[in-house]
Antibody, heavy 114, light 110 residues
Framework: EVQLVESGGDLVQPGGSLTLSCAAS????????MHWVRQAPGKGLEYVSA????????FYANSVKGRFTISRDNSRNTLFLQMDSLRVEDMAVYYC???????WGQGTMVTVSS | QSALTQPPSASGSPGQSVTISCTGT?????????VSWYQQYPGKAPKLMIY???KRPSGVPDRFSGSKSGNTASLTVSGLQAEDEADYYC??????????FGTGTKVTVL
């Protein structure tokens, strides 16, 4: 079964850090670029970050540039999002998605609050 | 990068058609044929319904169709069914590995 499963969402204080993971199965992970998309409570989708299949090309939205780091481990079929200096406005459900946005995970909730 | 503009809501009776617009700029919707549409139920992940403006992934009913003219893309749902009631989002490639999503449209089946 083709699947993406996110994990790592938690409650964190403003200024804190968190690392999200996205485990892939059922498709050739190493051949696919990957994306992170987030959705704040009651709001729309926001594009966050992307990484090429080999990991040598990355993209960050202006809202997270300099604070978030995307990476991947193709040997473990896993995508990561390291989030530092978290802000209240980063609170959202974070989804990982495969290259063509045809495969999405179920999402993991990040809550930023003191 | 500003979000693409969608109407907040749209509605139709069962069997009718509803069309949702998605307006961007020449730097996104108008500049690339990489417009996609997603269906999202409350508490669920988005599902790809249309990609590359007009193409349907396997398993998506042909009641869903997409088009584009200039800087505006559209999603039409024909023969509305109760299960089509959901939020719909457009997205477009915006160059330099960047994508932008629409503001979202809540479709109600009356």
């Amino acid at each position: 079964e083709v699947q993406l499963v996110e994990s790592g969402g938690d409650l964190v204080q403003p200024g804190g850090s968190l690392t999200l993971s996205c485990a892939a199965s059922g498709f050739t992970f190493s051949r696919n670029g990957m994306h992170w998309v987030r959705q704040a409570p009651g709001k729309g989708l926001e594009y966050v970050s992307a990484i090429s299949s080999s990991g040598d090309i990355t993209f960050y939205a202006n809202s997270v540039k300099g604070r978030f780091t995307i990476s991947r481990d193709n040997s473990r079929n896993t995508l990561f999002l390291q989030m530092d200096s978290l802000r209240v406005e980063d609170m959202a459900v974070y989804y990982c998605a495969a290259d063509a946005f045809d495969i999405w995970g179920q999402g993991t909730m990040v809550t930023v609050s003191s | 990068q500003s979000a693409l503009t969608q109407p907040p809501s749209a509605s139709g009776s069962p069997g009718q058609s509803v069309t949702i617009s998605c307006t961007g700029t020449s730097s996104d919707v108008g500049g690339y044929n990489f417009v996609s549409w997603y269906q999202q139920y409350p508490g669920k992940a988005p599902k790809l319904m249309i990609y590359e403006v007009t193409k349907r992934p396997s398993g998506v009913p042909d009641r869903f169709s997409g088009s584009k003219s200039g800087n505006t893309a559209s999603l039409t749902v024909s023969g509305l069914q109760a299960e089509d009631e959901a939020d719909y989002y457009c997205s477009s490639y915006a160059g330099s590995n960047n994508y932008v999503f629409g503001t979202g449209t809540k479709v109600t089946v009356l």
